[in-house]
Antibody, heavy 121, light 110 residues
Framework: QVQLEESGGGVVQPGRSLRLSCVGS????????MHWVRQAPGKGLEWVAVISYDGSDKYYADSVKGRFTISRDNSKITLYLQMNGLRTEDTAVYYC??????????????WGQGTLVTVSS | QSALTQPRSVSGSPGQSVTISCTGT?????????VSWYQQHPGKAPKFMIYDVSQRPSGVPDRFSASKSGNTASLTISGLQPEDEADYYCCSYAGSYTWVFGGGTKLTVL
């Protein structure tokens, strides 16, 4: 069955960096685009970034553009989110999510369990 | 990329029906048939409930239905059950490979 497992969260000081990972198994990882979605404590969901199946196209929410970089290594069935210049408002649970269809980017049918990033001095 | 507007909370008794609205603009909800809905229980990851405005994935009870009119999408849950108590989020494609979520609605089953 499809499984997504995030890791890499933790406590980090403002201005520092952190890299999140998401391993996708139970399906052909290399055929699907992938997304990152985050949720601040007690708040709603916020879309963060998407990457195409082969890593050639990447798009970001305005709130993270220029600071975060999404990437993937299909040989390792792993999605990444490199987060630089972290701010307190980046504190959130970060989820990776898979689109419903391999040839599209819409509709997130599978989600990981999330990894918590806390930005605090 | 402003969040879609959802009511903060709705409630209903077991067996009743409730509808959650999700209002956006012609640049997101009104412009594309890529509205999806997610259910989230406390401390859990979101669960995929509706896609392409009104389609139900396999395994989702047919008590859950959805539609769209203009810039507003709606999720209706009929025959409310205690396990339906959760937060619900709408999401829409917003063009240029960006997506926007609603602020979330807390459903209380009385």
């Amino acid at each position: 069955q499809v499984q997504l497992e995030e890791s890499g969260g933790g406590v980090v000081q403002p201005g520092r960096s952190l890299r999140l990972s998401c391993v996708g198994s139970g399906y052909t990882f290399s055929s699907y685009a992938m997304h990152w979605v985050r949720q601040a404590p007690g708040k709603g969901l916020e879309w963060v970034a998407v990457i195409s199946y082969d890593g050639s196209d990447k798009y970001y929410a305005d709130s993270v553009k220029g600071r975060f970089t999404i990437s993937r290594d299909n040989s390792k069935i792993t999605l990444y989110l490199q987060m630089n210049g972290l701010r307190t408002e980046d504190t959130a649970v970060y989820y990776c999510a898979r689109p419903l269809r391999y040839f599209e980017t819409y509709n997130f049918d599978y989600w990981g369990q999330g990894t918590l990033v806390t930005v605090s001095s | 990329q402003s969040a879609l507007t959802q009511p903060r909370s709705v409630s209903g008794s077991p067996g009743q029906s409730v509808t959650i609205s999700c209002t956006g603009t012609s640049s997101d909800v009104g412009g594309y048939n890529y509205v999806s809905w997610y259910q989230q229980h406390p401390g859990k990851a979101p669960k995929f409930m509706i896609y392409d405005v009104s389609q139900r994935p396999s395994g989702v009870p047919d008590r859950f239905s959805a539609s769209k009119s203009g810039n507003t999408a709606s999720l209706t849950i009929s025959g409310l059950q205690p396990e339906d108590e959760a937060d619900y989020y709408c999401c829409s494609y917003a063009g240029s490979y960006t997506w926007v979520f609603g602020g979330g609605t807390k459903l209380t089953v009385l």
